[in-house]
């Protein structure tokens, strides 16, 4: 492993994440390689489908480069999708315009599961890792990149139900009438981002997140059993660089992160700053946590939501973001402004 | 207004809400007339779309009253749709198979509020009226009925979206770029709603409900301003009878909901029960709130699962029901075994 970290130029991110004090907050956007720019439509345009795009490590740096350059973010994400993980185990996916991620077929056996491979981060995801080599090359140390797997209950939610859902009330029965078969698969899901984290964090990524984007379908209770315990097992398996947990709904499950082995927990914008840092015993870095249709306001208007914001974390150290992916019809130029913004709002006196 | 209440052979349903003693907890389910039961299919059937269905009075009585008789619920509830109101109001919806609803035209400006009309609960939606009026005779004072309307912003929230969403993002962005419109809507909606649920009232429903949906989507800063009030305000016009609200989703207003004049508030089941009787002051009567997935588990695992509920319940007087609504492809047996083990389960000592 090749430690980077010590040359970055804007190293705000890792010490806001480690709590080590820093001029100003650190400021990025979930989804901010992503169609809100009309850089990257210009480069999406050029594939017939999304998931080739994926796979083309210098089109996914070039588009994880974008915001650094265009919106003054302090830190990229690579460019990538939380699916490339089921595809290397074996079950193959498509994404459908304007409808999401489609599994021709999904997991309902054990025989299914038996079937999965734990794949190796390094051979099976190759191309992600070059897409991250190109991208530290090319960033030449101006900021840290972020690594990032979608949680395992959440990834678990695509394989059984075979798309999007509001409910996921199909993976859910799972839990209810086959846990054993869920626990299985579970595991393997871990085991293989486990696998995948630790080769991104070799071809360079400086933090991790972990994304368990239908976190909020489960009850606290089984938010335990069928997720929290497998995102524990993954930051325990990762010590080299620090880790950042969201979990989306999962109010009911702060309490219990408090105990899980990371640095950062990242808020939705439902979730009470205050009440949130008191609930994780004040010892992580939050990040978020602005409503994504924020954005659509004015400019004054963003700016006060923004500064509220920055009131709100008050002493507790945190990483500015929004409290879900930017909105794919957002404008750029209101982006920018909410960054401003943090920059402005959040310098130390 | 006729006063039934006194004759009703089982009145635990509203004993529960006014948390006057009762033997033990009622018992119904919300989407308990669904699609669950092959004998409403077959009532279903006979419609070629889904709102002519809901504006035939005779046969929106019978599959009111099937689960009654086939599941043994305490109380029934009128079946309808939130999205009548909006209709009523001059908004016309059609119900997309599989898709769910859909508004060809949407409210984008002022003048789009300002030509729909306030309804009146009486003459513009007198099917519902007749529906109720019909459903009390047959169901000859066996159980209460429950009349319901969607909150305010959740028909807000189709009537500028035009059909479902997880975000919700057209409507959330009208609440930051035109608040003032957003208000007038919000304002005629409620109107509207007083109306309707007082004509119910007359028309003989001995509780309401208030759902608020998709009151997950906003902050609980914006939850104030644009629901609650709307909520409170419903609350305070409605004197005959009690009222229900349950906003799903809405954690973090639990505690403002405290001051709602409401005798029940419904809780999903990411809500801890206990903390919500905290939150709210132990001043309401709870309703909930079993994860509606825990019903395609084993009869044992059903009634493993009540059990846990009602002990979860403890002292704080309740109304067993489910987080949600009944997902359609639910076993009528698995259903009937959660009734009975409530019955069992909530008896006093």
Redesign the interface.
Known sequence: MINTETKLQNDLLLRAARQQPTERAPVWLMRQAGRILPEYRAVREKFPNFIEFVKTPERAAEVTIQPVDILGVDAAIIFSDILVIPEAMGLAYEMVEKRGPYFPKTIQTIEDVRKLRVCDGVDDLSYVMEAIKITKKELNNRVPLIGFAGAPFTLFCYMIEGS?S??F?KA??M???SPEIAHELLQKITDSTIAYLKAQIVAGVDLIQVFDSWA?V???V?YEEFSLKYIQQICDAITEVPKTVFAK?A??ALKSMKNLNCEVVGLD????IQESATLLGNKKTLQGNL????L???FS?ISAYTKLMVEEFGDVPFIANLG?GL?P?TDPEKVKCFIEMVKEFSVKK
Chains 1, 2 share one sequence.
């Open positions: 999007g509001k409910t009330s859910k029965k839990l209810y009438t909020g489960l009850s606290a089984q709904g109010f009911f914008w439902n979730m009470d409503d994504p249709c924020a659509y306001g004015s208007s879900h909105y019809d």
